[in-house]
């Protein structure tokens, strides 16, 4: 199931696990050799200094992941859970009636992003990398009367099944280096 159906007018969207899995995979394979290397190498900063960092830059993206996206017969709202501190990631809260339109805006790399306007003209990001996102579209479709046809998602899941499996090959050469830096008497 793509979201979970809090009450009959409630739907709950979480970003997509494949998104989830590729993405702490992917953080863990770019960190985890450096406190082994550091002692190889002699470098100035201690390896535990770098666990510690290591440590706390995970739980910053676990706690970036694990957004939610909240629709009901009032409106759509971001959420965090409540381990997540509100100057780290507060969300935000806009009702359907204050939804002016759905703007497109193009990214560094190409890609296309959808903000909602609202009536004040503040911009609100529209989620796009939640597991079931064409069910969100069509139910902000419904509520606003807005036109969606356009609006895909920024990434397909082939590109993070890629992504994952060249994460896949980094833990592999990540071990491998693990095992080197071992053998070299860390």
Known sequence: MTANLVDNSTSVFRLSPLIR????SLYIALTVPLPFLAEVTKAPTPPALLWVGISIGFVGLYAVLTERVVVDEQGIQVTYPAWVPKFFRK???????????????????GGLVYYFLSQDGKAYLLPMRVAGFARLVNIVQTKTGIDTTDVRPLAQPWMYLILLGFTGLLLLVDAWTIATAVGMGY
């Open 91 to 109: 969300g935000w809260t806009l009702p359907w009636k204050e939804v002016k339109q759905i703007k497109p805006r193009s990214t560094g790399q």
């Open 21 to 24: 899995i590729t993405l702490l």
